[in-house]
């Protein structure tokens, strides 16, 4: 017997009418919460870590800093909230 046989035989389980569509949608929204969990989670680190690289670059707190193009220097601006 295959090695793959073997393992369809191990895994294969019965469901109860209805079950199979249960766990399908359970686990459709349990990935779902994981992943966009994970992205936010991503997107917080992304922006906390940006603040932290902005802060030690020695700039003031209300600046960033931006390539001017006449003199190919970094100059500083006000930095718009809105």
Do not use: W
């Not at 992304?46 to 802060?55: E, F």
């Amino acid at each position: 017997m295959a090695l793959g046989q073997k393992l369809r035989e191990y895994f294969h389980t019965e469901y109860q009418p209805g079950e199979r569509k249960l766990v399908q949608k359970i686990d459709f929204f349990i990935l779902t919460f994981c992943c966009l969990s994970y992205f936010c989670n991503y997107v917080s680190l992304s922006a906390h870590m940006a603040i932290l690289t902005h802060s030690r670059s020695g700039y003031p707190a209300n600046t960033y800093p931006v390539l001017s193009s006449s003199t190919a220097q970094t100059s500083t601006r006000p930095m718009s909230l809105a």
